[in-house]
C-alpha cells in the first residue's frame, strides 16, 4: 500500500492533486457558517449550476483555459442572486431555482448541441461530479487554484471580524454604521469564486456538499464561532487529503470519495455532539 | 440642545405608513420610552431612528455630539441568531465594530471594553459560554453589553424585557437605570406601562403622538 502510494507520489499531476484538493478544501470551508447562518446555502447550489453552464460555454468555445469565462460569469450572477434576494417583489429562491435549472439545461444543450469530443456523457459526467479532472490539472490550473485560494484566505481572515458580525446580526452591524450590502457583496463574490475552484475538486453537483458538510460537522461539536471556523478549516483539509489518497489507491471518483469522508466525519461529530448533550 | 428630534415624521414600509405626525425631543440623559400596542409600528420607528430604513417623509436630526452610528442598539429577540455558535465574549466584542473603522482586528482597548461591560451586566462566568444555550434573560444581558460596547451616549432598547420573569424583568430594569444614572440617554420601547411609569421620565405614546413627562 506504502509503495504504491510513494510510487504516486513520484507524478507531479498526483502532487498537483493533493496541494490544489488541500487549498480548495480549506476555502470551501472557511464560509460554510455563514453561509449556512445566512441562508445563502441555496444561493450556493444555484451557482454551482451556472457554474456548469459557464463551463459548458467555454468548453464549447475550446477555451483552454476556462477559468476565463466561468469566473466572471459566476460572479455576475452571484451578485445579482444576493439583489434578487433583498428584493422582496421576486420571491428570492424562485428566482434561484428558475436560474439554476435553466443553466443547468442550457449547459447540457449546448455540449450536445457542439460536441467536443466524442464523448459528450462521459464529458457531462465530469463536470457534474468531477470524477477525474482534479488529476488532470495543468501547470496552470494549479497556480490559477493558489492563488485564488490565497486571495479567498486573505480576504477572509482580514475581514474575519466584519464576517462575523454581518453574519451574526446584520440590523444591529447596520445599526453602528458598518456597510451591511459592502460586505454581503464581498461574501457572494468570494462564495462565487470558491463555486468555480470547488468545481474542480468535485464536480458542480457536489460542490456545496464540500461547502456545508464541515460547517455542520464543527457546529455539532464546537460553540464558539472561531473554533467552529478552525474546525472546519482543518477538518476539511484532512478529508480533502485522505479523499484523493483513498481515490488514488482504490481507483474511487475523486469528488465522491471526498464528500463521503466529509459526510462520515459529519456523522462522527453529530454523535459526539449528541453525547456530550 | 436635544441629541434627538423627530419632525413631522412618517414611518412605514414601501409607501405604506404605520405611523405619522410623530413630533418628539430627547435630551441627553433622558430615559424616555415608548408605548404602544403589537403592531402599532415602535420597531418600524426604532428602525428608522437608526437609519436602517429612510422616513416615509419629515425628518430626524441628531445633536448635541449624537451621531447616528454611536447609538447601541438592543434588538427585539429575532429567531435567526438562535443557532449560531459564538461564544459571549465574541458576541459582546463584536459590539466594537463601528470603533474598527478602516482596521481589520480589534485591539486591546476594544478587548478591555468589552470585558469591562461584560463585568458591568455581571456575565464573567458566562463569558466563553454559547449563546444559543443561555436563557433568555442572560441572553438580553449579553446584547445590552454588545450595545454597550458601540456607544458612550445613547441606548436604544426594544422591548428589553419581553419574555423575563418578574424578578429578572426588575433585575433588567435596575441595571438600565443605573445606566442612566451613568449619563446614558435611554430610549426604549416597552408593552409594560406600570414599569415604565416608575423609571422613564418621558412617555411618548404613539397612538395620542404625545409626550408626557412622569418625573
Ligand atoms: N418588513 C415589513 N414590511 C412590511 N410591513 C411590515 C414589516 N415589518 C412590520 N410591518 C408592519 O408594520 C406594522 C408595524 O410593525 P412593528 O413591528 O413596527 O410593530 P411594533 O409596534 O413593534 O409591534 P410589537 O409590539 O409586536 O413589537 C405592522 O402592521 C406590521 O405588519
Ligand atoms: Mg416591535
Redesign the interface.
Known sequence: MLDKLIMYMGFPFVRYALIVGVLIALCSSLLG?TLV?KRYSYIGDGLSHVAFGALSIATVLNLTNKMIIVLPLTIIFAILLLRKGQN?KIKGDAAIAMLSVGALAFGYMLMNLFPSSSNVAGDVCTTLFGSTSILTLTQLDVWICGILSVVVIAIFI?????I??V???E????????NVNLYNLLIATVIAIIIVLAMNLVGSLLISALVIFPALS??SV???????TIFSAVSSMICALFGILISILVGTPVGSTIVTVDVLLFGVCYLIGRIRG | MAVLTAKELAVGYENQSVLENINFEINAGDYFCIVGENGSGKTTLMKTILGLQAPMSGSISFGDGLENNEIGYLPQQSVVQRDFPASVYEIVLSGCQNSLGKGFFYSAEHKKLAMANIKRLGIEKLKNRCYRELSGGQQQRVLLARALCATKNALLLDEPVAGLDPQVTTEMYELIKQLNDDGLTIIMISHDIQNVKAYANKIYDVNTKEVRNVR
Open positions: 457558517v447562518l422582496t482580514l475581514f474575519y471580524n466584519k462575523f458580525a453574519t451574526f446580526d440590523n444591529f452591524a447596520n445599526a453602528v454604521g458598518t464543527a457546529m464546537f460553540k464558539s464561532f472561531k473554533k467552529v
